[in-house]
């Protein structure tokens, strides 16, 4: 070894007595005391089929650390996961979470100064969580993607998976499914650990991972616990070994290139709007002056979506695998991917787009003949948005790109689905549902189930929704204009919108407007009053709130004051 490691003390000082004591404890011998040393960053958790496989994982990137002459430790952190955390806070304990989960992977590895570390991803927000901690901390890093879930089969034949639970648990109140019916889909979706199918948050965010090159190559999407999943634990150790002797750390990798290589993946996979802000964090942490949402809405005019994987199309994410995955949107992305983009493994993004094969054009489509003419993420703007807000589409998009109605204006999502199930909310309208923001709930809550319910409803071609809430990856129904900054208890429009105001909203321009004249707002915005975190002051999300940035920024914790709603 020709350089020290930093997890190294001068030999006979106290710190180096009292760490070989308690390695010694574990087993470890003096020998070891000189390796790498490498953290397991293991979400694992009882909770959700997306966390419980990951203990084997765990256990078996240990051998391999070890057998490629490092040490490895296993340290845990907490695992969010959407279906089961939004239950408490409004949803609140889902975003903020991931933050929660990169202050604990530095709290470990910063404490113990380890050399490296082989992150386990999994659910929506490990990924981006431990992207954003690999960035912070600037030390090697691999993120080792851990499959998704498999689905189940109805009677009649039909595939069933969490996104048909989603979707039509919403029309239970109005007729569009039986209780009995719910039942059998819920009972049937999931058959096997991992995360949810199809192109939602999660398995974006794998591919985003592979992207920016930090993963081994081929590595999503990729079946929990298949043999693909399992060569890739086998070669992690080697890999992360490797990279903490070259000294190749996440910021040389995650540079503008990387970046660029994300976005266009995303529009590429027609992947989750959610990506836009954890890549926009995780540049942050990097403290890279990267732009996400400009990035965005550069490439919106030239990267149109090459697959079509549900919820987004037909096509399921077994046979994106199949024909290629990441690495095959890769190659069809062309010239327009820049290959000098470095990776973990310390080749090019262009040496492995180089090796890589696309087995089937029919799923994974060439640049010049995509799947679609329109992007699926769009990034809008406007008087109503003056930062920035985010629509997504679907690939087979035939809704109107423009509509303008009568704002109908909710602060809390139990209030507008049960204005949508009361029959208040109607052709025509623009639900407005504010205060679901990072500080407003705090933490963000989920507008999903409010968009769900105007499905249910049959409303979903009638009725526009605006939000400053996040959205799961599943949603691409309607026009829904998500994550609206500023969110409505800061400073900005959406705060003061009221009932009746026009809305107009127009995606071909990328545009989302309040009709209402200035002097009328600038009435409003006086009468406005300082906004108090729910809550109380003590517990997480009081924290968070106080110290979170707006979305634009990646809605990360650098200590912002949000004292006040007055402009």
């Known amino acids: 070894m020709t350089r020290r490691l930093r997890s190294e003390v001068p030999v006979g000082s106290p710190r180096w007595a009292t760490r070989r004591a308690q390695w010694r404890a574990l087993g470890l011998t003096d020998d070891d005391l000189t390796k790498p040393k490498i953290a397991i960053v293991n979400s694992s958790s009882g909770l959700a089929p997306c ?17 490629a002459g490092g040490v ?22 889902v975003l903020s979470s991931r933050d929660l989960l990169a202050n604990d992977i530095e709290a470990v590895v910063e404490g113990a100064q380890l050399d490296g570390m082989v992150c386990l991803a999994s659910c929506d927000k490990t990924t981006p969580g431990q992207l954003m901690a690999a960035a912070r901390l600037d030390v090697p890093a691999l993120i080792l993607s851990c499959g998704y879930q498999s689905c189940g089969v109805l009677d009649t034949g039909e595939r069933v998976d969490i996104e048909e639970v989603f979707l039509r648990a919403g029309g239970l109140k109005f007729g569009g499914i039986t209780f009995d ?9 999931i058959t096997g650990p991992g995360v949810c199918t199809g192109m939602g948050t999660a398995n974006s965010m794998h591919v985003v991972a592979e992207a920016l090159g930090m993963t081994l190559p081929g590595s999503a999407p990729v079946r929990a616990n298949s043999e693909p999943m399992w060569r890739a634990v086998e070669a992690s150790g080697e890999a992360i070994i490797g990279a903490v002797l070259a000294d190749r750390r996440p910021r040389s990798i995650l540079t503008p ?21 954890h890549l926009q964090a995780i540049a942050r942490e990097a403290d890279s002056e990267v732009d996400v949402y400009r990035l965005f809405e550069e490439y919106a005019d030239t990267i149109r979506p090459l697959s079509a994987v549900r919820p987004n199309g037909e096509d399921t994410i077994e046979e994106f695998e199949d024909a290629g995955g990441a690495l095959a949107v890769f190659k069809q992305l ?12 310390g ?12 087995k089937d054009e029919r799923i994974i489509r060439p640049l010049s003949d995509p799947r679609a003419g329109h992007p699926t993420v769009v990034v809008v703007r406007g008087s109503l948005a003056p930062d920035t807000a985010i629509v997504k589409l679907s690939v087979t998009e035939d809704r109107p790109p423009t509509f303008e109605g009568a704002a109908r204006v909710f602060d809390d999502a139990p209030s507008a689905i049960a204005a949508i199930e009361g029959g208040v909310v109607r052709p025509g309208d623009v639900l407005v549902l504010r205060g679901v ?29 605006v939000t400053d809430g996040q959205l799961s990856g599943l949603v691409n129904k309607g026009i829904v204009v998500g994550e609206v900054s500023p969110e409505g208890v800061l400073p900005g429009p959406l705060g003061v919108v009221a009932d009746g105001d026009r809305i107009s909203i127009d995606l071909h ?14 009435r409003r915005h006086a009468k406005r009053t300082r906004h108090q975190v729910p809550g109380g002051k003590s517990g997480w999300l009081p924290v968070y709130a106080r110290s979170v940035e707006p979305l634009p920024r990646g809605a990360t914790l650098r200590g912002n004051d949000h004292p006040t709603t007055r402009p």
């Open 51 to 67: 966390f419980s496989h990951l203990d084997p994982i765990a256990a078996a990137v240990k051998r391999s650390v070890e057998a």
């Open 72 to 93: 490895a430790f296993e340290i845990r952190t907490v695992a969010p996961t959407d279906f089961i955390m939004s239950a408490g806070a409004g949803g609140g304990y």
């Open 257 to 277: 290139a990387a970046f660029a290589n994300a976005v266009m993946s995303v529009l590429a996979v027609s992947g989750s709007i959610n990506c836009v802000k």
């Open 437 to 465: 923001g990072p500080v407003g709930t705090p933490g963000m809550g989920m507008a999903s189930q409010t968009v769900f319910a105007l499905n249910g409803a049959g409303l979903t071609e009638q009725v526009a929704v």
């Open 347 to 358: 080749e090019t993004m262009g040496d492995r787009v180089a090796r890589a094969v696309v």
């Open 509 to 522: 321009a990328r545009r989302a407007d309040l009709l209402v004249d200035d002097a009328e707002l600038a």
């Open 181 to 189: 019916g719910l039942c059998d889909l819920s009972a049937r979706a």
């Open 334 to 345: 062309g010239d327009a991917l820049v290959g000098r983009a470095v990776t973990v493994t």
